[in-house]
């Protein structure tokens, strides 16, 4: 079955780096995009932060860009996720997604279950 794990999260002081990953199973991850999202507490779930493809360029939120990169690797069924330059409001829950689509659109089917990123001196 289709399977989409987050791992790396904690606490980080402002201004720092963290690197997310999302580990997939049960797809062969070259054939689909894969997309970040976060949930900030009390608020909506804020995304896509940014979009990775094997075939498109990727997509970054301008919430993001310049400081979050997105990355892959096919051969570990791996996504990652490079945070720098982190602010307290990027403290959130993070979740990886399948964008099955991308670029015709940024719908996702399938989630993992996230890791929380705290931003905080």
Known sequence: QVQL????????????????SCATSGFTLENY????????PGKER???????SSY???YYA???KGRFTISRDNAKNTVYLQMN???PEDTAVYY????????S????????QGTQVTVSS
């Open 5 to 20: 794990v987050e791992s790396g999260g904690g606490l980080v002081q402002p201004g720092g780096s963290l690197r997310l």
């Open 33 to 40: 995009g894969i997309g970040w999202f976060r949930q900030a």
């Open 46 to 52: 804020e995304g896509p932060l940014c979009i990775s």
């Open 56 to 58: 498109f360029s990727p």
């Open 62 to 64: 301008d919430s993001v």
């Open 85 to 87: 330059s982190l602010k």
């Open 96 to 103: 990886c997604a399948r964008v099955p689509y991308y670029p």
């Open 105 to 112: 659109n940024y719908e996702s089917d399938y989630w993992g």
